[in-house]
């Protein structure tokens, strides 16, 4: 189950100076009924004794492991500004995951009548295990709210209050909840409020984590001086000015999906003026042309970091010995294989620009995004890519992600320590991740890698160090990260499928590789793969007619297709010409197809009752069998021409 973010609707701009908007006490009330209805269909009764299904210890590190970025934000940046409260009360604070397996806690270990209170590392806290809880029915609700002792559902919890709220990732996904328990008096708001103030600040971390190398971040409060608490509402923005990422408060206040909205579209202002604002210095700006903000910018810190490079200015030349790694490969050491970056296309200016620019940005540290449909020769051209650039001497390393079992592409990627898992190898494994250190990583169809790893990878590339599954130990990556994917991955985020931040830390460069029906070197690029294949064994030759046809053809299965259909007819030709009869029959089927599409709705240019068959054989013999004109002067494609005369000929 996934639980987006409650939306609390405030309807003023003064809400950012009350924004603990805790719920009303019959919205309370409400909360609680609905938690014991649900606890009574569990089948719970209040005699039954909880059961927090507590998870063995190596499931724990695993989940301690995935959940890392969460656990040391949480412990580095949130609980020291609360370790005064906490060691003056006799209080926990609880981290949980999105299931309500216990993560950390810290404070009080023990409550005052040293009870067993089940607040424990591993332990679960689910409604259907522990009746109403703060934890659980925070996590099933997906808001704040505290639970008092009377109000827990299992008699056995009823000596303790509990304050939850849920902490909500960057892509808005539940990702779990702060808890403050304790079971001596905790005053409803104080306690409430603190808590909401603890998650809403893990999120703005876990923004600022995710995003603050590359992106500019912007805070924006009605009150200058709250700019830079948790209350302010923070806008991730690229390099055009689009919203790439927001934290709760910004969607609240602006009371909107800002998803990929430009700056412009909120504040009365552009991302020109907003790039060149100095460092740290507020404007005053409008938003939604109503409501007035003072409003930060944080550019990039890779951008802050920027020192002067004195080798920009004056007759600057770079030492003789430059590096090994540095050096792009001599035609000569590119393996056979590989087809040469120059050949990848045959006169598409598209295509042309597109392969220049990938092999400029393979020498920068901005990963690339190809979209291609299936067979368009993605893994081809990165192939080209890898052994053209420095990195020709490390590894290429293709993942498809779609190939792995969803529950191996963690371990698979990432690796695991020996013993990490039942069905692990006793040896452990480095991982692919690792084992395309310092070369290329490819992951192609990387639309089809589970949510859960998604994060992890997100991670690795946030941090660019990998930590084996079962391992504490992080190994530091440098890879060249290159995805591919066949599906429309903004729609795909749009739909909750794939996660928005790893897709913008994924996309860099973004490419376009296009249907080979779409090329407009179609036939030179026909002609190459033809005799590519005849340099590796003789075969028929092309002539006009054919490469006609095969021009024509709509090639759904785009290179992949071309080549298979190519080497099955030169394989029964044993004439010196490659002739239709030898091409395998599903390449007419298309063709067929193709044809009954190209002219469905469309009638031939004879207004006469002649039918078509008649009109195509009568402009044939006009035409003395050439296809071309007949198709043009029949008002059809010339599929419906071949199409004919194929059907005259079989019979
Ligand atoms: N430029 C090219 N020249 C010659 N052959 C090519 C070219 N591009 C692709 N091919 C051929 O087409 C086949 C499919 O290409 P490739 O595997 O790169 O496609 P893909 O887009 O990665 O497919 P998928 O999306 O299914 O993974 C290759 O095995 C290769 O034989």
């Known amino acids: 189950m996934t639980i987006k973010k409650q939306e609390e609707t405030i309807g003023d701009d003064t809400a950012m100076l009350r924004p ?90 023990r409550f005052g009548r040293g009870q067993y209170h089940g607040l424990v590392e591993g332990n679960q806290w689910t409604e259907q295990g522990v009746g109403t809880n703060a934890i659980g029915t925070a996590l099933i609700s997906g808001r704040a709210i505290q639970v008092g002792r009377d109000e827990h559902f299992l008699r056995a919890n009823r000596y303790m209050v509990g304050s939850a709220s849920p902490i909500f990732d960057t892509g808005n996904e539940l990702l779990g909840v702060l808890d403050i328990s304790s079971d001596a008096y905790l005053p409803q708001d104080h306690t409430l409020g603190m808590v909401k103030l603890m998650s809403l600040s893990v999120e703005n971390r876990l923004i600022f984590t995710a995003f603050q190398q590359d992106h500019f971040i912007l805070s924006f409060n009605t009150n200058l001086t709250s700019l830079d608490s948790h209350w302010s509402g923070l806008l991730v923005l690229d390099d055009r000015g689009t919203i790439i990422s927001a934290n709760r408060r910004a969607e609240v206040v602006l009371a909107r999906d800002l998803s990929l909205l430009n700056i412009s579209q909120i504040f009365d202002c552009d ?65 056979d294989n590989v087809i040469p970056l120059d050949e990848l296309e045959h006169g598409d200016e598209r295509v042309r620009r597109t392969v220049k620019q990938a092999h400029k940005i393979m020498e920068k540290d901005i990963p690339i995004l190809i979209h291609g449909e299936t067979g368009a020769g993605k893994e081809i051209f990165v192939r080209s890519l890898h052994y053209h650039s420095s990195r020709y001497k490390e590894m290429l390393v293709a993942v498809n992600c779609a190939a792995i079992p969803a529950e191996l592409v963690e371990s698979e990627l990432f690796g695991y320590e020996k013993g990490a898992f039942t069905g692990a190898q006793t040896k452990g494994s480095i991982g692919l991740i690792r084992r395309a250190h310092k070369g290329t990583l490819f992951l192609d169809e990387i639309g089809e890698m589970p949510i859960a790893v998604q994060s992890r990878l997100l991670r690795v590339l946030q941090e660019r160090v990998v930590t084996p599954l079962g391992s504490t130990e992080a190994y530091p990556v440098d890879v060249k990260l290159i995805s591919a994917t066949n599906r429309h991955l903004k729609e795909e985020v749009a739909e909750g499928r794939f996660r928005q931040d790893l897709y913008y830390r994924i996309s860099g460069l973004n490419i376009e590789l296009p249907a080979l029906k779409l090329r407009q070197d179609k036939r030179e690029l026909i002609a190459y793969v033809h005799e590519r294949l005849r340099a590796e064994e003789p075969g028929p030759a092309l002539t006009e007619a054919m490469l006609d046809l095969l021009e024509e053809h709509p090639w759904p299965g785009n290179m992949r297709q071309l080549v298979h259909v ?83 000929t079989d019979s």
């Not at 938003?287 to 802050?304: E, I, M």
């Open 271 to 335: 991302m020109r003026e907003i790039k060149n604002q100095p460092l740290h210095m507020p404007m005053k700006l409008r938003a939604l042309g109503r409501y007035q903000f003072y409003v930060k910018a944080l550019p990039p810190v890779t951008q802050v970091m920027k020192v002067p490079d004195y080798r920009t200015s004056g007759h600057y030349q770079a030492p003789a010995a430059s590096l090994p790694s540095q050096e792009a490969p001599l035609p000569s050491q590119i393996p």
């Open 20 to 109: 603990n908007v805790n719920l009303t006490d019959e919205e309370h009330k409400q909360q609680i009924e609905a938690s014991w209805y649900r606890c009574e269909q569990f089948g719970l009764e209040h005699a039954t004794e909880p059961n927090f299904s507590t998870l063995p210890s190596g499931e724990l590190n695993d989940l301690r492991d995935q959940h890392r970025s969460l656990l040391e934000t949480t412990e580095n940046e949130i609980i020291p500004y609360y370790e005064n409260i906490l060691s003056n009360s006799a209080c926990m604070i609880v981290l949980a995951d999105r299931q309500g397996h216990v993560l950390n806690t810290w404070g009080q270990k």
């Open 566 to 648: 190519l080497k099955v007819g030169m394989a029964m030709a044993d004439e010196d010409e490659l002739e239709e009869w030898h091409l395998p029959d599903d390449f007419f089927d298309d063709l067929n197809n193709s044809a009954d599409q190209d002219d469905a709705g469309v009638s031939h240019s004879d207004t006469s009752k002649e039918p078509i068959e008649e009109t195509i054989a009568r402009l044939l013999e006009e035409h003395q069998g050439n296809v071309s004109r007949t198709a043009k002067a029949a008002g059809v494609s010339r599929n419906t021409v071949y199409k004919y005369v194929r059907q005259n």
